[in-house]
């Protein structure tokens, strides 16, 4: 009986809204930074990007196919420039570029790379 | 008066709506830490990578140190290392931004060109080359003017039905030179300051390429037994090695007077003996070996390297004099029945060929002993064949050429 006698005191006005006010002020925040965090998932594009980008060295080490072209693989708009290197002609300097859709570049990759002998 | 039930309580939620948003914060910067980290390591690992290319399209074999700045925005930049090691060259790139680096290394040798399947280049010394038995010299052979013949010694001639399989040339009355500078790098080993003493080395051990080099000194008479050598060491002896075959060497050099590889001894090393270089029965040496007789001083005895029956290199052997010795007696390289040496064979001197080669051979005169006599310019069951040798195949670094091609 003597717990039904226990009565909850009412919050008055004024300390209701100072409640709600550093609620919504903290929540807020956390929002803002939950917003931030998930926009860090285009860094998982990255280094997709990044990642794709290296294999394509290693892809163009091996097939040896030089040119400059722009293609679209996987989301992203690669552009590749090879040229003859300025230091040492014999070799061959490659330039991958990586963008999204909305043309912001993701990554880019440079690399030398020694032709072998036909 | 204002209670304060519902105000604890928020601010009670808020701490830890906070705390929550912190550790949000702290997992957002670390990752995005471990990325920069990533993206910093993998540029890095990509300029390294084209530093070694920069060093394979040099054209020089010869030491050399070298910072470059790759794409010549400054922020590019590689240290780019050559150094022999042995008969080969030692390449190092290392790239480096705000601290961190990245280490490359590769060890090279000479490409074959798409044209050279040398089998046999003969000095020109006036004589014909006389095959007899099963020989057979396969691929472009350097021949002296006058030429090549069918032999009979031992009561057998020759049982090709031509005399070479592949292209005859002219030689010179000298061969081809080796590069003077390696050998004498290797030659400053012998005399550098010992970095620790053979007794003081674990039983295994890997040393890497990108720390400095260990000079062991074994003392004047040194036995390898059961060791597990791998690395950047150079194990010297004043006297005689002996590598026993319980031991495991890989990417080694071994320096001393004499050096005896005793039965079954596995691996893929580097030898240099002054005086004499003999491989047992049964020695498997894996690529890339060299086996090389390197005379710095004048001598009146015979230096000799002999690979035994069952034996096989896969690498180079050589026989080498500096230019300024002055000796009566030749250099002799004995490849004996049933041995083999896949790769290249030179011989400044005197050679003796009854085992087979897949590959090279470069040689200043062939001298066949058998008990009875001496023959020279004879050849009794050798087999050169030049085509053997995969295209893929990486030469020593040791010959001196115009455009070397690594």
């Not at chain 1, 963008?99 to 993701?106: I, P, Q, S």
Request: hydrophobic share 45%; glycine share 8%.
């Amino acid at each position: 009986m003597d717990a039904l006698k226990f009565r909850l005191k009412a919050a008055s006005l004024l300390e209701t809204i100072i409640a709600l006010l550093i609620t919504l002020t903290v929540f807020g925040i956390s929002a803002m930074v939950y917003v931030q965090l998930l926009r860090s998932g285009l860094r998982v594009q990255t280094l997709k990007a990044s990642q794709r980008m290296s294999e394509l060295a290693d892809e163009m080490r091996s097939s040896q196919h030089w040119g400059t072209e722009t293609f679209k693989e996987e989301g992203f708009i690669i552009e590749k420039t090879t040229a003859h290197y300025a230091q040492q002609p014999s070799l061959m300097q490659l330039e991958l570029i990586a963008a999204d859709e909305e043309g912001r570049v993701l990554a880019s990759h440079r690399a030398l790379i020694l032709p072998r002998d036909p | 008066m204002v209670r304060a039930g519902a105000l604890l309580m928020s601010v009670a939620m808020a701490t830890v709506i906070a705390m929550f948003s912190g550790f949000l914060i702290l997992m957002a910067y670390h990752f995005k830490q471990q990325e920069s980290l990533l993206l910093s390591q993998k540029k890095l690992a990509a300029n390294a990578r084209s530093g070694i290319e920069w060093l394979l399209a040099s054209t020089s074999a010869e030491a050399s140190s070298q910072y470059v700045d790759l794409f010549g925005q400054g922020s590019d930049s590689v240290l780019l290392q050559q150094r022999y090691w042995g008969a080969y060259s030692l390449l190092s790139s290392t790239a480096m931004s705000a601290g961190a680096q990245v280490h490359q290394m590769a060890l090279c040798g000479a490409a074959l060109s798409a044209d050279e399947s040398t089998a046999l280049y003969l000095a020109d010394l006036g004589r014909p080359l006389h095959v007899c038995g099963n020989t057979r010299l396969q691929g472009t052979s350097y021949l002296p003017e006058a030429g090549i013949r069918h032999g009979y010694i031992q009561g057998r001639g020759y049982t090709g039905s031509s005399l070479l399989y592949g292209t005859s040339r002219r030689s010179q009355a000298s061969l081809p030179p080796l590069q003077g500078k390696a050998l004498e790098a290797l030659h400053q080993y012998r005399y550098a300051a010992a970095t620790m003493s053979a007794a003081d080395l674990p039983d295994t051990l890997h040393h890497s390429f990108s720390d400095s080099t260990l000079v062991i000194d074994g003392g004047k008479n040194l036995r390898l037994g059961n060791v597990h050598w791998t690395g950047n060491l150079v194990i010297r002896a004043d006297s005689l090695l002996v590598v026993g075959a319980g031991a495991t060497l890989n990417q080694v050099l071994l320096i001393a007077g004499s050096i005896v590889l005793e039965p079954q001894v596995r691996g893929a090393f580097q030898a240099f003996a002054s005086d004499s270089l003999v491989v047992k029965k049964g020695v498997a040496l894996s690529y890339p070996s060299v086996l090389g007789l390197c005379r710095q001083r004048s001598y009146t005895f015979q230096p000799f390297v002999r690979v035994e029956e069952g034996a096989s290199v896969k690498g180079f052997v050589f026989s080498w004099v500096a230019p300024a010795v002055v000796a009566d007696l030749k250099t002799w390289i004995d490849l004996r029945p049933n041995s083999l040496v896949e790769g290249e064979v030179y011989a400044e001197g005197n050679a003796q060929l009854a085992g087979e080669v897949r590959g090279s051979v470069y040689c200043f005169r062939i001298v066949l002993r058998s008990p009875s006599a001496s023959y020279e310019n004879h050849l009794l069951d050798a087999v050169v064949d030049a085509k053997a040798r995969s295209p893929l195949w990486v030469s020593h670094a040791l010959m001196e050429k115009d455009g070397y091609k690594k």
